[in-house]
């Protein structure tokens, strides 16, 4: 019986042996694509939990372990990457006033500004479509995800994110041209 097959069956003695097998390549792997040691910590447990949970899903004939793992991990790397991006771009509104100020203070309370001002456009915002945009930009979950989270259509959740964003970019507009100098 393969280590995969095992974990399917719940055996934490083969999870265990398949992360002492792995864990390095995968880890190395992972630091390279993140540039973060601490973010490919978190990475390399997610993966293991995703392998503890979706073991039986694994196909032997479709490819080795060793691959579906390193799939894995580089999926996981690059939902991450997007998610630290994402909320980056929200949390600056897409719209950096900063530039090249020198001084740290004055960016720092240019940063604080448009944080209030993405804050308040978003309580603006419907409940539905606040948190479709929420668990998509600040918990970096996929649209499939948020449909199952909420219990709604994908169809719907995709109108929310798209009506939300649309809302969302003319408060924004709205705000920042008020605040100009």
Same mark, same amino acid.
Do not use: C
């Given at each position: 019986?393969?280590?995969?097959?095992?974990?399917?069956?719940?055996?934490?003695?083969?999870?265990?042996?398949?992360?002492?097998?792995?864990?390095?390549? #995968? $880890?190395?792997?992972?630091?390279?694509?993140?540039?973060?040691?601490? +973010?490919? +910590?978190?990475? /390399?447990?997610?993966? =293991?939990?995703?392998?503890?949970?979706?073991?039986?899903?694994?196909?032997?004939?479709?490819?080795?372990?060793?691959?579906?793992?390193?799939?894995?991990?580089?999926?996981?790397?690059?939902?991450?990457?997007? @998610?630290?991006?994402?909320? +980056?771009?929200?949390? /600056?509104?897409?719209?950096? =006033?900063?530039?090249?100020?020198?001084? *740290?203070?004055?960016?720092?309370?240019?940063?604080?500004?448009?944080? @209030?001002?993405?804050?308040?456009? #978003?309580?603006?915002?419907?409940?539905?479509?606040?948190?479709?945009?929420?668990?998509?930009?600040?918990?970096?979950?996929? @649209?499939?995800?948020?449909?199952?989270?909420?219990?709604?259509?994908?169809?719907?959740?995709?109108?929310?994110?798209?009506?939300?964003?649309?809302? #969302?970019? +003319?408060?924004?507009?709205?705000?920042?041209? *008020?605040?100009? $100098?």
């Amino acid at each position: 019986m393969n280590l995969l097959h095992a974990i399917a069956l719940r055996d934490e003695q083969a999870l265990a042996s398949l992360y002492d097998r792995y864990r390095l390549i #995968l $880890f190395g792997l992972l630091i390279r694509i993140l540039n973060s040691r601490e +973010e490919a +910590e978190d990475v /390399l447990q997610e993966v =293991f939990l995703q392998v503890w949970r979706r073991a039986a899903d694994f196909d032997e004939r479709r490819g080795r372990a060793f691959t579906w793992l390193i799939t894995l991990a580089r999926s996981r790397a690059i939902d991450r990457l997007r @998610q630290l991006g994402s909320r +980056e771009r929200l949390a /600056l509104s897409a719209i950096d =006033f900063v530039g090249d100020v020198a001084s *740290s203070p004055v960016r720092d309370a240019l940063r604080s500004e448009q944080r @209030q001002i993405v804050a308040g456009a #978003l309580a603006e915002l419907s409940e539905e479509q606040r948190r479709a945009l929420t668990l998509a930009y600040f918990e970096g979950l996929t @649209q499939t995800e948020i449909a199952a989270r909420l219990s709604s259509p994908l169809g719907t959740v995709k109108t929310r994110m798209r009506s939300g964003m649309i809302k #969302l970019r +003319e408060l924004l507009s709205q705000r920042l041209e *008020s605040r100009a $100098f």
